[in-house]
Nanobody
Framework: QVQLVESGGGLVQAGGSLRLSCVAS????????MAWYRQAPGKQRELVAA???????NYADSVKGRFSISRDNAKNTVYLQMNSLKPEDAGVYYC???????????????WGQGTQVTVSS
């Protein structure tokens, strides 16, 4: 079993910062890809940022220059540093990871339970 647990969400004023963390635990041989998605009420879930095992990074245009994704492979953890937050950044932030649980080549996509980010104007 693999679990992803997010933390770090909360209420912040516009212009403020938050740092989200997501820890993967369980039977893990390799983590190939880790990403953050968000979903605002009434909207589809969207990719915010992603990082591969080779540290290739991709950001949504709306967060470029404000958000930074990083990972600590030794801790099976991915972070999302969010600066200059705007009200439109609010939503539930989900961690997603593409994980190879065993030495065999099968990989699976896992999701965390989400953490709420609220930005007041």
């Amino acid at each position: 079993q693999v679990q992803l647990v997010e933390s770090g969400g909360g209420l912040v004023q516009a212009g403020g910062s938050l740092r989200l963390s997501c820890v993967a635990s369980g039977t893990i041989f390799r983590i190939n890809y880790m990403a953050w998605y968000r979903q605002a009420p009434g909207k589809q879930r969207e990719l915010v940022a992603a990082i591969t095992s080779g540290d290739r990074i991709n950001y949504a245009d709306s967060v470029k220059g404000r958000f930074s994704i990083s990972r600590d492979n030794a801790k099976n953890t991915v972070y999302l540093q969010m600066n200059s937050l705007k009200p439109e950044d609010a939503g539930v932030y989900y961690c997603n990871a593409d994980i190879q649980p065993q030495r065999d080549p099968y990989t699976f996509s896992y999701w965390g339970q989400g953490t709420q980010v609220t930005v007041s104007s």
